[in-house]
């Protein structure tokens, strides 16, 4: 059975390890189908693919734009994109564009409860302005001392009702969709499990994914507990959605699961790359 990854992470986003270690990692796992999804960023796809053919690993193009919809964050991963696509590319410019701006924000936040200079710290670990998140500022307070590891961080910072928390509009499930299938890919909710949804709102979210042109959702993933793989298992099958496996790969230090690790999907529902 292949051993398929479709959903991690470089530091060309949030991750700690470059595209080419990531890929020298997902080989050493026995990983056989691997996908780069950075965080509406591209810039590590080049290398991404470079490293793989020289690994003799399958690669997939791949993207996860963050959007808004009914208030909340949700993560939209593309795979199979061609990220020379102008309008993909000029997409994830325009909602790139609000990063900084919201670190501002949110280092204020911090330097309330005495936590100075969050934002210069936040930014040495990430270097570019455009692509600074809430993981950055996370990593800073747990190497000032402030949280023993980043998730104690997420429990008691940079989450809503904590200090820190500021909420960006990012782009429409309409516009990143459109993005993705611009690019000829296809797009997948990523860690649907993760989402504080109520069973009505997810119903309308699920139905307008399919509606746009969504193509999947993601079943096993380093964000779900066994429980949920099955549900999700469930969903994708009462919406018709292919399922996809990806572990959220971040870091050795920090990510739940490592790459390649996730059980195989069930048999029950299709795979994403069933036709590839």
């Known amino acids: 059975m292949l051993n398929v990854d479709l959903h991690c992470h470089s530091?060309?986003?949030?991750?700690?390890?470059t595209p080419m270690a990531v890929a020298a990692r997902?080989?050493?796992?026995?990983?056989?189908?691997?996908a780069l999804t950075d965080h509406d960023e591209i810039d590590g796809i080049a290398?991404?693919?470079?490293?793989?053919?020289?690994l003799d690993l399958r690669?997939?193009?791949?993207?996860?734009?963050?959007i808004t919809w009914a208030g909340q964050t949700i993560?939209?991963?593309?795979?199979?994109?061609?990220e020379t696509n102008p309008q993909l590319v000029q997409g994830l410019v325009s909602t790139r564009g609000g990063r900084e701006r919201r670190a501002h924000e949110m280092a204020a936040q911090l330097a309330t409860v005495g936590i100075p200079d969050a934002f210069d710290g936040a930014l040495k670990h990430v270097g570019n302005p455009d692509l600074i998140s809430r993981t950055h500022f996370a990593r800073y307070l747990v190497e000032i001392g402030r949280c023993k590891d980043t998730s104690e961080v997420f429990r008691n910072f940079l989450t809503e009702g904590h200090p820190g928390y500021v909420p960006h509009c990012w782009a429409s499930l309409t516009q990143a969709v459109q993005w993705i299938r611009d690019a000829g890919g296809l797009a997948v909710v990523a860690h649907p499990g993760r989402y504080k949804l109520s069973d009505l709102a997810f119903d309308a979210f699920f139905s307008?994914?399919?509606q746009?042109?969504?193509?999947?959702?993601?079943?096993?993933?380093?964000?779900?507990?066994p429980d949920q793989y099955d549900y999700y298992a469930k969903v994708a099958s009462r919406y018709g959605f292919l399922a996809s496996r990806g572990s959220d790969f971040h870091s050795p230090a920090e990510s739940r699961v490592?790459?390649?690790?996730?059980?195989?999907?069930?048999?029950?529902?299709?795979p994403i790359w069933h036709n590839w």
């Open 11 to 17: 530091n060309v986003s949030d991750g700690t390890l």
């Open 26 to 34: 997902a080989k050493a796992n026995g990983v056989d189908i691997w």
């Open 47 to 54: 290398e991404a693919r470079a490293a793989a053919a020289a």
């Open 59 to 66: 690669y997939v193009a791949g993207v996860e734009i963050s």
């Open 75 to 82: 993560h939209i991963v593309g795979l199979q994109i061609d």
């Open 208 to 210: 307008e994914f399919k």
């Open 212 to 225: 746009l042109g969504g193509a999947g959702i993601e079943v096993m993933t380093g964000s779900h507990t």
């Open 258 to 270: 490592d790459l390649g690790a996730l059980p195989p999907l069930p048999d029950s529902v299709t």
